[in-house]
């Protein structure tokens, strides 16, 4: 009995470091579907609605990208004439 008792915290271990391989895993997947999705959303947009958030096209995957930590941001974020804050 002694060799089964001795291996119990390593099965334990290795079960633990399996889920924990799992979880992110799956988080990692989570995280890839919902910038997929985003970069889905925004191509959809046409032009004229693009325009009225203020991009181009050529800038979807560079905004998905910055917004998402892929990247460092660089966008210069201004809020002219929506009032004193």
């Known amino acids: 009995m002694e060799p089964v008792a001795s291996t119990q915290p390593v099965i334990i ?7 924990s391989f799992v979880r992110k ?6 995280r890839t579907m919902e ?4 970069r889905e959303v925004l191509k959809r947009l046409d ?9 181009h ?3 979807i995957d560079s905004l998905v990208a910055e917004n998402t930590g892929e990247v ?11 009032g004193p804050w």
């Open 72 to 82: 460092e941001r660089t966008r210069v974020r201004v809020l002219s004439g929506l």
């Open 13 to 19: 271990a290795l079960a633990e470091a399996l889920c």
């Open 47 to 55: 032009d004229h609605m693009l325009r009225d958030l203020g991009l």
């Open 25 to 30: 895993a799956w988080e990692r997947h989570l």
């Open 57 to 59: 096209r050529s800038e």
């Open 35 to 38: 910038v997929r999705s985003a």
